[in-house]
């Protein structure tokens, strides 16, 4: 791994995402090295000629003097990298910038596929607003090892339900949704008790990773073959529309709130998170955030 440290202006960059809010970043890169990563196109605006998941920056910014500014506006920190990688015990960044917003009143949503979140448990209990959300497609963690370098899905869940028992609202993220390899149902019944919130996304090949996903789909499980192609070379959402009415159908059956597109709020009833679909987000209507689709009427 290439460690670089780097003096940056400010840590807080405004959102280009229809929620709007901050995007906030405390490392440039990412060594969890997700084959799918989307992030991965990042690396062109760094400098760095290595490949993406080998090189990490680490960010020193002039201190938040004035938190409040921020009270009220949504702080997603982990957009495109995770402020919880294995070096944020080497360097504390993400700590340090929880501590500078501890009092901003900001709504915080932290985005990691780690346990070190736990740590700062002593510092989000005192936040007003915060959401963890924890990247968990699989329950398979020889999948997980094909796919990343981050730490084991027990050791995620464990976290999870560490920080909902604490108190502080929690998202299952499973994301990227793999057909016929992701096991939706078996996640959800797995972390119903310990989550607020499972938000469903579906993979995405539009990246520059879509060739190493294909030929893994094509080494790794061959009969998915047809179906990937299918999906990622003729554009049929057929796939994602079927798994769509079937997850519906599920949670009605399992007396589980369900909806489309919606940013997470307040606390669910234990054993009853709210199931979110975000299959087609790439398609939701600019800064509404009605969950209305372009197609729609």
């Not at 991965?40 to 920056?57: A, Y």
């Not at 990622?232 to 994602?240: L, M, R, T, V």
């Not at 589980?256 to 987000?281: A, C, Q, T, W």
């Amino acid at each position: 791994m290439i460690i670089n440290e780097i003096n940056v202006n400010s840590v807080m960059t405004k959102s280009s995402l229809p929620v709007g809010g901050y995007s906030v970043n405390t490392y440039v890169g990412c060594p969890h090295a997700c084959k799918y990563c989307y992030a991965s196109f990042m690396k062109r605006f760094t400098g760095h000629t290595e490949e993406w998941g080998t090189f990490l920056d680490v960010k020193y910014w002039k201190p938040i003097i004035n938190p409040k500014k921020y009270a009220g506006q949504l702080a997603v920190i982990g957009s495109v990298t995770d402020g919880y990688n294995p070096y944020e015990e080497q360097f504390g960044r993400t700590r340090v910038l929880l501590e500078e917003l501890k009092d901003s009143d900001a709504k915080i949503m932290i985005c990691t596929k780690s346990d070190l979140v736990v740590r700062d448990l002593d510092i989000l209990t005192q936040m007003k607003d915060v959401t963890v959300s924890w990247s968990i497609n699989t329950l398979d963690e020889g999948f997980q090892c094909d796919m990343d370098s981050a730490v084991s899905i027990e050791r995620r869940l464990a976290a999870m339900k560490k920080v909902y028992e604490a108190g502080i609202r929690t998202v299952c993220f499973v994301s990227p949704i793999f057909p016929e390899i992701t096991d939706i149902t078996a996640i959800i019944e797995r972390v119903k008790n310990q989550c607020d919130f499972i938000w469903l996304e579906n993979l995405n090949l539009s990246g520059t990773f879509k060739p190493a996903i294909m030929k893994y789909i094509e080494e790794k499980h061959a009969d998915l073959l047809p179906l990937y192609k299918q999906i990622y070379g003729k554009g049929d959402k057929s796939y994602w529309k079927a798994l769509e009415a079937f997850i519906e159908n599920y949670t009605t059956e399992h007396g589980l709130p369900y909806i489309n597109n919606y940013l997470p709020d307040g606390r669910s009833e234990k054993g009853k998170p709210i199931v979110i679909n975000y299959f087609y987000h790439e398609e939701i209507r600019g800064s509404e955030n009605t969950g209305k689709r372009k197609n729609d009427n």
